[in-house]
């Protein structure tokens, strides 16, 4: 239940970061405006760190990476199942290549910044079909 309510928490703040997302994509925003919603991503993106470091179960942590274990499932002894929860902290998306010769390796989160070469680019996600281009001078709200 503890480690439930830590990543319900941390749905709705990803779910907040989406719609900021979204606001700052909207052409009528400001470069100020933008910012300030960039802050409060940075912030969101801080507090999910906070939750993954800190969430604990008498006195084990849980969401940092560090926490399994294994369950006895029959009679003998190596008959076990066992599990580990994955590190919850940070966001980023990864394993994105671009067509134009760059791989990018990972795109932050936190920053929402990406470099590519200078020219077109196409960005295609694991599958391969479909993919987004981008022109050397877009910016996000544009693409």
Known sequence: QTAE????EVTGMLQRIRTL??????????TKDREALQKEV???????????SAT???????????FGGSFQVGADANQ?????????DGFS?????VAAGTTIDVISGSTGSVTTAVG??????GGGSGGINIGSQSEAQKV
């Not at 309510?5 to 319900?8: F, K, L, P, Q």
């Not at 940075?42 to 993954?52: H, K, V, W, Y």
Request: hydrophobic fraction near 35%; aromatic fraction near 6%.
């Open 21 to 30: 997302s979204q606001q700052s994509a909207n052409g009528s925003n400001s």
């Open 56 to 66: 604990t179960f008498a006195g084990t942590k849980l969401l940092d990476g560090s």
């Open 120 to 125: 077109i680019s196409t960005i295609f996600t």
């Open 93 to 97: 998306i990864s394993g994105i290549s």
């Open 80 to 88: 076990t199942i066992g599990f580990s929860l994955s590190q919850t």
């Open 42 to 52: 940075d912030q969101l993106g801080a507090e999910i760190n906070r939750i993954s």
């Open 5 to 8: 309510g830590a990543m319900d």
